[in-house]
């Protein structure tokens, strides 16, 4: 239900777009339609690796890893020969995180990510949404972010975009590019906003979609839901990093540091400065937004 209504909300924020032409927001529409969701674990099981064959033994255990690695790698190059198949998943289905293959053009939402702080059947609406459902925007965005833009419906590479869209399209990510460029860690280290564009664009997109989804559920919601929504959405990036850690993670990381993605979508939301009645100009509702989806 919840990816349903954040899907609805996507097209309909891009049937809304007036930078965006008809022919790329017909294809636009048509990936968002042909987008495949996973929940809680594969459609299909994996069949097992038959081991069968290899002459394993209890009193080698190196050996025999060394050998089982050489058969799933096998495995592995064979996959390069075929089309990639939607009901097939790389990750545990107790992985606590949300994926999306562009190639596939699927989100899988693994069940162990469904759980608090993220979601639970106790949790008001609001918090779910907050919760859960930014993490579903989050994903469903990523197909149309600086990367998962360049594939169609059928996850095959591909330019479907007008080439006037496409540049105002650039634009608009340098813009989210710029501003997370400018935020830093102590020690005066600055956050990569090229190389986590991908993922602010996701956190912004994500938050909007499914906050306009839980207004669709919840028309009658009150200020105070409406601000329970943004409290989740910012308490599951809740954490701490060792210092060392945290450096590393901004020099290698595709991910903003979790301060910064809490503020920086947050500062280019307009329903979070509504919610929350931050005066025009403040730190939390500056004048320039960045804003792609």
């Known amino acids: 239900e919840m990816l349903?209504?954040?899907?609805?909300?996507?097209?309909?924020?891009?049937?809304?777009?007036?930078?965006?032409?008809?022919?790329?927001?017909?294809?636009?529409?048509?990936?968002?339609?042909?987008?495949?969701?996973?929940?809680?674990?594969?459609?299909?099981?994996?069949?097992?690796?038959?081991?069968?064959?290899l002459d394993l033994s209890p009193n080698r255990f190196f050996e025999d890893m060394e050998k089982v690695s050489v058969r799933k790698s096998v495995t592995q190059r064979q996959l390069l020969f075929k089309e990639p198949r939607?009901?097939?998943?790389?990750?545990?289905?107790?992985?606590?995180?949300?994926?999306?293959?562009?190639?596939?053009?699927?989100?899988?939402?693994?069940?162990?990510?469904?759980?608090?702080?993220?979601?639970?059947?106790d949790f008001p609406s609001c918090r779910n949404y907050g919760g859960i459902g930014s993490v579903l925007g989050h994903e469903m965005?990523?197909?149309?972010?600086?990367?998962?833009?360049?594939?169609?419906?059928?996850?095959?590479?591909?330019?479907?975009?007008?080439d006037?869209?496409?540049?105002?399209?650039?634009?608009?990510?340098?813009?989210?590019?710029?501003?997370?460029?400018?935020?830093?860690?102590?020690g005066g280290l600055h956050v990569?906003?090229?190389?986590?564009?991908?993922?602010?664009?996701a956190d912004s997109g994500g938050l909007k979609m499914s906050y306009r989804a839980f207004l669709a559920k919840r028309p009658e919601a009150t200020a105070l839901e409406k601000q329970v929504f943004f409290l989740s959405y910012a308490q599951i990036w809740c954490g701490l990093e060792r210092p060392s850690a945290l450096k590393s993670h901004v020099l290698t990381g595709v991910h903003s540091p979790k301060?910064?993605?809490?503020?920086?979508?947050?500062?280019?939301?307009?329903?979070?400065a509504e919610a929350y009645q931050c005066p025009a100009g403040s730190p939390m509702n500056p004048e320039k937004k960045c804003v792609v989806w």
């Open 164 to 186: 006037d869209t496409a540049a105002e399209f650039d634009r608009r990510t340098d813009c989210v590019a710029e501003q997370f460029s400018e935020y830093t860690i102590d």
């Open 86 to 121: 939607r009901d097939t998943w790389s990750h545990a289905a107790t992985t606590i995180n949300a994926f999306y293959s562009r190639v596939k053009n699927a989100l899988f939402i693994p069940a162990g990510i469904l759980q608090p702080p993220f979601f639970s059947a």
């Open 259 to 272: 301060r910064w993605r809490v503020i920086g979508s947050l500062r280019d939301s307009r329903d979070f």
């Open 4 to 53: 349903a209504g954040i899907r609805l909300e996507f097209e309909r924020r891009v049937e809304n777009m007036a930078w965006m032409d008809n022919f790329t927001m017909a294809n636009a529409e048509k990936k968002l339609e042909a987008m495949d969701f996973q929940v809680g674990y594969p459609h299909k099981w994996p069949e097992m690796e038959d081991f069968g064959t």
């Open 192 to 201: 990569d906003g090229n190389r986590t564009l991908g993922e602010n664009i």
């Open 141 to 162: 965005t990523h197909g149309f972010d600086n990367h998962g833009r360049n594939y169609d419906a059928e996850g095959k590479k591909k330019n479907w975009w007008d």
